[in-house]
């Protein structure tokens, strides 16, 4: 038993403990030439900036000396009245804006693919391109030309509501506490509803032909076909999707910050996590910039990224079937 | 490989002929970068402040090289943390440049000749606390008040612009009656609009500018108190003056909506003017702030804007010192308000302003006592930022979705929670 269980353990290592050990040794050299650009490359660019985020957050400048000072910096940011208040409102606004586009823009994106994936279906390639275009558009250039669309001066939304005698329905939407985020929300959505529909049309295209020829046989048409058939071959792709416009959303700062500027107003009713880091990391008119604060904030979003990936891997990725196609 | 290694080879040879071929021509000059957020000005220095410094000093060249406004502060920490700043640094008055000199990333500027053209008021703005060391060389002072289109005064009937409070919200409801023009151009989303143009415009009116600004120091006044909230009010009156969705009217689209003609009055600084005077097709006129009461004493915010320091790391330190003696004298006051009108030379024997605007304006200082903006000294250093914070209240006070009592109390609470003033 004792040599038996001896042998298996040891089975492994024979290779290694035959004879001349360096040549098999010297064999595994390319493994680590191989990995090395693109290991130094990532550990360069992103572990050791993350690593030196999660450092900073740990210190506090007194005096313009860096001193240690533990988790304090998380006390500070979860219960000082002073800095609480801004980050609560700015994790809710950020749950608001998720929200907005898990419930608007996957579906709105699954719909697009599903109609974009009819046989019969005439100007496909033109449908494709216009959906997809607004993803393709420099953020700046969406935040401007929306603030000028929806502008009370010059836009055309006024205009355009003026002329079918709706005026009155105007509002400076992008101006006013209780619409500034929904608004953004829905030209983010604008923007983006390009990705999912993009993956999920080709999650479809990939559906093979017998398949749905074998639900026509069946008798399965139409919307059914859609619900019974194609849906549950692309739950992994929409999975994905969900789980990108999750990161994305707890990332985002461009949009609002080029239509809402630093201070996200009106009185701080688009102010999410990444424009309460930029705000505190890098200053704001008189309010000098707090490296320590702001890697402080951004560990958080890390965090609260990082256990919603999880989530999402642990609990739902890992239970969801998978068909062979 | 082999040709990738002739490549390098080719390149370096390349590169190393290039910089011989280059070398003679940076040898015979410093080159002294300047750091600016005055983006609007580049024109101008490349036209007429740079030759002018560079004809009475050969072998300098100066480097002009702005940032965004808003992006400044935060560009120039990072790149002089960095080491990769400019020779010569604009400096923000008070606390953002008094922090770089503590960092040891300014130098102190008391031994560069022409600095007793200056008077301790004017250094106020750049010196630490006790006002011994001043560590950047004032260039300008920017005034607050009101630009009006004298047509449309004309139009509904005004013949002098108002000089109190009650006259001004006359004038707004008769440019209001004839609807011709929008009253009063301005918008809350950019938030600095509401706080500097208007707080802190009428504002010094109300709490007696300096007394008041120096008493709030001491702790000898507070926000919530009836001088400090009168301003608030006022504001809280100007909602229904602003253009159709103000909410969202940016500052570019105030400035338009004025310079376009179809507004009335526009809550200025003077560095308005020498945009307005190139765009407006109609008269212009200015008032300072109205007053409480007819008879009141009127205060003008007389605010320091720029100076400029010296990188402590530069490698050009006796060029730059050169050129801070030239910002003190008296030929940069003359070449400075002449071409950029509505910055003010803060020299105490500087050369008359020619421009008529910026002339009505500077007339403010003999009429009015000067103050500056009550947020920027010392009370802006701690979290929550009162500065900020001003933005918010200002543009919530004219949204209405703030009383002016709760836009006050809030300020005092946030300053409270941080700012313990000297003894008493």
Redesign the interface.
Known sequence: MDQIEKLASDAPLLPAARGTASPARARRWHVAVFLAPALLVYTALMIVPLADTLRLSLFRGVEHVPAFVGLDNFRVLLTDPRWSEHFWAALRHNFYFFAFHILLQNPVGIALAALLSLPRLRGQAFYRTAFFLPTMLSFVIVGFTWKLILSPLWGVAPTLLGSIGLRGWFHPWLGQESTALTTLALISVWQYVGIPMMLIYAAMLAIPHELIEAAELDGITGFAQFRRIKLPLIWPTIGICSILTFVGNFNAFDLIYTVSGANAGPNFATDILGTFLFRTFFGNQLQLGDPNMGATIATMMFLIILAGVSAYLFGIQARMRRYAL | MKTTIAACLLSGTALAVLSLAAAPAFAADTVLTIESWRNDDLPTWQEKIIPAFEKGHPGIKLNFQPTAP?EY??AL??KLDAGTAGDIIAC?P???SL?LF??NQLTGVNAIPGMDNFTAVAKAGWSTDDGKITYCVPAAAVLHGFIHNQDAFAKAGIKQPPKTAEEFFADLDKIKKDGTFIPLAM??????EAATMGYQNIGPNYWHGEDGRKALIEGKEKLTDPAWVAPFRELAKWGPYL????????YP?SQ??FTLGRAAIYPAGSWEIAQFEKEAQFKLGVFPPPVPKAGDPCYVSDHPDIAFGMNARSKNADAAKTFLAWVASPDFAKVYSDSLPGFYSMQTRSAPVTDPLAQQFLAFRASCKSTMRS??QML?RG??????EV??AS??VI?G??TPEQAAQKLQK?LD??YKPAAK
Request: glycine fraction near 8%.
């Open positions: 808003k502060n935060a920490n990072s923000r008070f606390d953002a922090e503590k960092k918008g809350t989303p950019d938030q600095w253009g159709d969705g103000y909410q969202a009217q940016s689209d338009n909506l947020t920027y802006s979290t929550p930022n009162l500065e900020n933005w918010v543009a919530n949204n979705t703030e946030g929670s941080w």
